[in-house]
T-cell receptor, first 115, second 112 residues
Framework: GENVEQHPSTLSVQEGDSAVIKCTYSDSASNYFPWYKQELGKRPQLIIDIRSNVGEKKDQRIAVTLNKTAKHFSLHITETQPEDSAVYFCAASRGSGAGSYQLTFGKGTKLSVIP | DGGITQSPKYLFRKEGQNVTLSCEQNLNHDAMYWYRQDPGQGLRLIYYSQIVNDFQKGDIAEGYSVSREKKESFPLTVTSAQKNPTAFYLC???????????FGSGTQLSVL
């Protein structure tokens, strides 16, 4: 089955700096890669996702890059703010779009943005 | 944040006891999922269901059981066979063919 490795497990940055979280996956058939943010005591929420036919996707201060050859993808947060402090999870799946998706999650990265 | 409701928020299990976690959604979503979250371990899939009266095992199904008698409901039973049940349990749902997971607010299960 799929195995997703996520690094680092904790990350501290100064407010305004950039943060990068990296994930690798094992199943070359995986084609969908979402990132979820979980604030303390709250439910995870999707913040951005990318499919295997795209190399990069941006949404304001957040971007995700995908390298299919190397089987890794990364989350980039620019101009970090205190409200970016949370646990971030990457995930991978090989859903076909015809059924449900069985995501395999990384172990998470706790991001702390220091004011 | 309505739409998918989990209850109770906190649950305690005694030795040898089965407990059931509730998950209800009014989003008319076809697929429903149960994940277990342990500190530093990410989210691991326990069971999922794509349609009523059908469900499949995920990566860590041993010691758990589910049912899907109604589209809106997907309860999870933690049986006495699950020797390490203490964890945060998250229910999620999606429309068929959509990747975005909609999560409930979770149930924290602890062993007395």
């Amino acid at each position: 089955g799929e195995n997703v490795e996520q690094h680092p497990s904790t990350l501290s940055v100064q407010e305004g700096d950039s943060a990068v979280i990296k994930c690798t996956y094992s199943d070359s058939a995986s084609n969908y890669f979402p990132w979820y943010k979980q604030e303390l005591g709250k439910r995870p929420q999707l913040i951005i996702d990318i499919r295997s036919n795209v190399g990069e996707k941006k949404d304001q201060r957040i971007a995700v890059t995908l390298n299919k050859t190397a089987k890794h993808f990364s989350l980039h947060i620019t101009e970090t703010q205190p409200e970016d402090s949370a646990v971030y999870f990457c995930a991978a799946s090989r859903g076909s779009g015809a059924g449900s998706y069985q995501l395999t999650f990384g172990k998470g990265t706790k991001l702390s943005v220091i004011p | 944040d309505g739409g998918i409701t989990q209850s109770p928020k906190y649950l305690f299990r005694k030795e040898g006891q089965n407990v059931t976690l509730s998950c209800e959604q009014n989003l008319n979503h076809d697929a429903m999922y149960w994940y277990r979250q342990d500190p530093g371990q990410g989210l691991r899939l326990i069971y999922y269901s794509q349609i009523v009266n059908d469900f499949q095992k995920g990566d860590i199904a041993e010691g758990y059981s589910v049912s899907r008698e109604k589209k809106e409901s997907f309860p999870l039973t933690v049986t006495s066979a699950q020797k390490n049940p203490t964890a945060f349990y998250l229910c999620a749902s999606t429309p068929m063919g959509v990747e975005k997971l909609f999560f409930g607010s979770g149930t924290q299960l602890s062993v007395l």
